[in-house]
């Protein structure tokens, strides 16, 4: 099998009541990417503009990430600025500059085009329909979506969702979209759209993932000193996705299993900022903790 990323390259100024960090590394597309790789060969598409570095790229090829869908455009890389307060479920948004990726398409290089698995990352939802008319029927689509584009694009949104088999969004996010408090309800209004998956995300709190005849929920890692939470969610997905990927298979077991290897991946990355953590990450490490996880809730 193969698992392509859509999704945003980015620089991120991340502020926490402790420190601040400007101008780093992220992306949707970014932390999905590296988090997969740990499990398979992504392959990852997005633009960036003059401003990235190039040595980033090179880090990507490194991880075993292809990069022929990585687009170089004139102008700025995408920007988020984000501050978080002692909290770290709540952040806020200071700054968002669309920059290259304001109007852009994405391309998909032929080599992509026959990718078994596609992931529609945190991207603007008017992408979607470009990116599957170049697609040779992919066996699995997944997506995930911001509060941003919760608010400005809905249609687009719900459009998407006829098509997807996987959705990924957060607590926040999926209420907004369904306009219903409760999360069962809301996953179950979602499945009804076309998902057979809806995985919620809970920050500190687990996961739960909603199957049309099951519901299978995983702890958070428990941890002392969270010093940045940006990537988590876009780490969890690439993990999830990166072991589907490497299953080669589809049903509840493998799902369940995914669900930990995702949960395992965003333990680590919340441990530093930006993608720092995942440079000196080991796959003997994320074994190590998906074996705490199994510890944590059996009984």
Same mark, same amino acid.
């Not at 930006?274 to 510890?295: V, W």
């Given at each position: 099998?193969?698992? =392509?990323?859509?999704?945003?390259?980015?620089?991120?100024?991340?502020?926490?009541?402790?420190?601040?960090?400007?101008?780093?590394?992220?992306?949707?597309?970014?932390?999905?990417? =590296?988090?997969?790789?740990?499990? /398979?060969?992504?392959?990852?598409?997005?633009?960036?503009?003059?401003?990235?570095?190039?040595? @980033?790229?090179?880090?990507?090829?490194?991880?075993?990430?292809? /990069?022929?869908?990585?687009?170089?455009?004139?102008?700025? /890389?995408?920007?988020?600025?984000?501050?978080?307060?002692?909290?770290?479920?709540?952040?806020?948004?200071?700054?968002?500059?669309?920059?290259?990726?304001?109007?852009?398409?994405?391309?998909?290089?032929?080599?992509?085009?026959?990718?078994?698995?596609?992931?529609?990352?945190? @991207?603007?939802?008017?992408?979607?329909?470009?990116?599957?008319?170049?697609?040779?029927?992919?066996?699995?689509?997944?997506?995930?979506?911001?509060?941003?584009?919760?608010?400005?694009?809905?249609?687009?949104?719900?459009?998407?969702?006829?098509?997807?088999?996987?959705?990924?969004?957060?607590?926040?996010?999926?209420?907004?979209?369904?306009?219903?408090?409760?999360?069962?309800?809301?996953?179950? =209004?979602?499945?009804?759209?076309?998902?057979?998956?809806?995985?919620?995300?809970?920050?500190?709190?687990?996961?739960?993932?909603?199957?049309?005849?099951?519901?299978?929920?995983?702890?958070?890692?428990?941890?002392?000193?969270?010093?940045?939470? /940006?990537?988590?969610?876009?780490?969890?997905?690439?993990?999830?996705?990166?072991?589907?990927?490497?299953?080669?298979?589809?049903?509840?077991?493998?799902?369940?299993?995914?669900?930990?290897?995702?949960?395992?991946?965003?333990?680590?990355?919340?441990?530093?900022?930006?993608?720092?953590?995942?440079?000196?990450?080991?796959?003997?490490?994320?074994?190590?903790?998906?074996?705490?996880?199994?510890?944590?809730?059996?009984?």
């Amino acid at each position: 099998m193969s698992l =392509l990323i859509v999704g945003s390259i980015a620089f991120d100024t991340i502020i926490t009541p402790y420190e601040k960090r400007e101008k780093i590394i992220g992306g949707s597309g970014t932390y999905c990417a =590296l988090a997969a790789s740990f499990f /398979t060969r992504p392959r990852l598409s997005g633009v960036v503009g003059e401003d990235f570095p190039q040595e @980033i790229i090179d880090f990507f090829k490194k991880k075993g990430i292809k /990069t022929e869908g990585i687009a170089v455009k004139p102008g700025k /890389t995408f920007f988020w600025e984000g501050k978080y307060g002692y909290d770290p479920n709540q952040r806020e948004t200071l700054r968002t500059e669309l920059n290259v990726m304001a109007g852009f398409e994405p391309i998909l290089p032929p080599s992509y085009q026959r990718s078994s698995i596609l992931y529609l990352a945190t @991207i603007d939802p008017d992408w979607h329909e470009t990116i599957f008319q170049q697609m040779k029927q992919p066996c699995l689509v997944a997506m995930d979506t911001i509060q941003f584009w919760v608010i400005n694009k809905t249609e687009s949104i719900w459009r998407t969702l006829t098509k997807v088999n996987i959705f990924f969004a957060n607590e926040e996010e999926i209420r907004l979209l369904t306009r219903e408090t409760n999360l069962v309800k809301a996953a179950k =209004l979602v499945l009804e759209a076309g998902p057979s998956i809806v995985v919620v995300k809970k920050g500190e709190h687990g996961a739960l993932v909603f199957g049309r005849d099951f519901i299978f929920g995983t702890l958070a890692h428990p941890c002392e000193n969270v010093v940045d939470p /940006t990537g988590a969610g876009d780490s969890f997905a690439g993990g999830f996705l990166g072991y589907l990927d490497r299953a080669k298979r589809f049903n509840q077991r493998v799902i369940k299993k995914a669900l930990v290897a995702g949960s395992a991946v965003a333990s680590f990355v919340i441990e530093d900022f930006g993608i720092e953590r995942l440079k000196y990450l080991t796959f003997d490490e994320i074994k190590r903790r998906m074996r705490y996880f199994r510890q944590l809730v059996s009984f």
